[in-house]
């Protein structure tokens, strides 16, 4: 059990979270997906506390975070050449690129698997707390496994107090929804996990842009999956969430014959001024949408809402990414009005 420290960004506290990290022990780290439970990606045991910390399944793979491309080399093999041009033109920034990992990533943090997943945050404390390690961080969400992502400092604090020595605090995270996880295949790209970097984005390339079934589908039990992670049950609030595809107008009257107390609807902040019941708002454009739908997803509970219809967000852009963390929030609860 630890009273768990909250950190600011100052260098001070950035060199007081290193020698935590440098000691085995696993801190709270922003970036600018979202919040991230950080270790030495090389310390076995280290990684083991992120683990234990999340309540994560041991067979979920975590994304080391370096500072720089500098470092890549030392850590994967067999780089495509198309991971360099990613890497160019999006790193530091919210992706994570599938590579063959070289020995010296111990098989806990990548659960066994012969690849590791390799980001670069945006992040100036998140680079900045790397380099004062002197080793890779390896971070998944700091939130409890399965509870929806943090995005501020205090939702971490809410998950991991007791759990963790410290928490660096550097404010809300400006995209919200974790990175794009990509892998490399027959010269194109994979997208197993949608983040901020689009399709689109990923289509500029020139090359073949997969999109992995369970971004928008739910998996089967048993069926195989390339990105482990896609399997469990996550960003789940205690209420249940329905998602909701049509009109406003439909959709007011789906919640009229559906309403009770503990019904909320989760609207477009445009949509606010013509909806008579209970309502919390998520945005109005993907961005927006993206960067709050965490924190709507924990404020519900906090509201005591037990059951909350969404209005589908757009799949455009960054739209997708916060579709598909809403459909798993809703464990694929769609409703067609
Ligand atoms: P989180 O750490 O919560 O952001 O989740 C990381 C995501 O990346 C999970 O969905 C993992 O399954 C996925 N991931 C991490 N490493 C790999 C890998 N080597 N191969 C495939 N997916 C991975
Ligand atoms: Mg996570």
């Given at each position: 059990?630890?009273?768990?420290?909250?950190?600011?960004?100052?260098?001070?506290?950035?060199?007081?979270?290193?020698?935590?990290?440098?000691?085995?022990?696993?801190?709270?780290?922003?970036?600018?997906?979202?919040?991230?439970?950080?270790?030495?990606?090389?310390?076995?045991?280290?990684?083991?506390?992120?683990?234990?910390?999340?309540?994560?399944?041991?067979?979920?793979?975590?994304?080391?975070?370096?500072?720089?491309?500098?470092?890549?080399?030392?850590?994967?093999?067999?780089?495509?050449?198309?991971?360099?041009?990613?890497?160019?033109?999006?790193?530091?920034?919210?992706?994570?690129?599938?590579?063959?990992?070289?020995?010296?990533?111990?098989?806990?943090?990548?659960?066994?698997?012969?690849?590791?997943?390799?980001?670069?945050?945006?992040?100036?404390?998140?680079?900045?707390?790397?380099?004062?390690?002197?080793?890779?961080?390896?971070?998944?969400?700091?939130?409890?496994?399965?509870?929806?992502?943090?995005?501020?400092?205090?939702?971490?604090?809410?998950?991991?107090?007791?759990?963790?020595?410290?928490?660096?605090?550097?404010?809300?995270c400006a995209v919200g929804v974790?990175?794009?996880?990509?892998?490399?295949?027959?010269?194109?790209?994979?997208?197993?996990?949608?983040?901020?970097?689009?399709?689109?984005?990923?289509?500029?390339?020139?090359?073949?842009?997969?999109?992995?079934?369970?971004?928008?589908?739910?998996?089967?039990?048993?069926?195989?999956?390339?990105?482990?992670?896609?399997?469990?049950?996550?960003?789940s609030p205690k209420a249940n969430?329905?998602?909701?595809?049509?009109?406003?107008?439909?959709?007011?009257?789906?919640?009229?014959?559906?309403?009770?107390?503990?019904?909320?609807?989760?609207?477009?902040?445009?949509?606010?001024?013509?909806?008579?019941?209970?309502?919390?708002?998520?945005?109005?454009?993907?961005?927006?949408?993206?960067?709050?739908?965490?924190?709507?997803?924990?404020?519900?509970?906090?509201?005591?809402?037990?059951?909350?219809?969404?209005?589908?967000?757009?799949?455009?852009?960054?739209?997708?990414?916060?579709?598909?963390?809403?459909?798993?929030?809703?464990?694929?609860?769609?409703?067609?009005?």
């Amino acid at each position: 059990m630890f009273e768990t420290r909250l950190l600011s960004s100052d260098k001070s506290d950035i060199e007081f979270a290193a020698e935590l990290i440098n000691i085995g022990e696993v801190v709270g780290m922003p970036t600018e997906t979202v919040y991230g439970l950080a270790a030495d990606a090389l310390n076995e045991s280290a990684v083991k506390k992120i683990f234990e910390a999340k309540g994560r399944p041991q067979d979920n793979p975590l994304i080391v975070h370096i500072s720089g491309l500098h470092m890549l080399d030392k850590y994967v093999c067999n780089v495509p050449n198309l991971a360099y041009k990613i890497a160019e033109r999006f790193c530091p920034g919210p992706i994570t690129m599938i590579l063959p990992k070289r020995d010296i990533i111990p098989s806990i943090t990548s659960s066994g698997l012969d690849t590791v997943g390799i980001r670069i945050p945006f992040h100036k404390t998140a680079r900045e707390l790397i380099n004062a390690c002197g080793t890779p961080l390896a971070a998944p969400s700091a939130n409890l496994s399965g509870s929806p992502s943090p995005t501020t400092a205090a939702h971490v604090m809410n998950d991991m107090s007791g759990r963790i020595p410290a928490i660096i605090d550097g404010g809300a995270c400006a995209v919200g929804v974790e990175s794009t996880v990509i892998s490399f295949e027959n010269g194109g790209i994979r997208i197993l996990r949608p983040g901020f970097v689009s399709v689109d984005d990923l289509r500029n390339f020139g090359v073949t842009v997969y999109c992995d079934k369970g971004i928008t589908e739910a998996i089967g039990e048993g069926e195989k999956v390339l990105s482990p992670g896609m399997k469990y049950k996550h960003y789940s609030p205690k209420a249940n969430v329905t998602v909701i595809v049509g009109s406003l107008e439909n959709f007011i009257k789906y919640v009229s014959e559906h309403n009770g107390d503990n019904v909320y609807a989760m609207l477009y902040d445009s949509d606010a001024a013509s909806y008579p019941y209970k309502y919390v708002t998520y945005g109005d454009n993907a961005e927006e949408q993206a960067a709050q739908l965490f924190g709507v997803l924990r404020k519900i509970d906090e509201i005591g809402a037990e059951q909350v219809y969404a209005r589908c967000p757009s799949q455009d852009g960054v739209g997708l990414a916060v579709y598909n963390r809403l459909l798993r929030s809703a464990g694929f609860e769609v409703v067609n009005v």
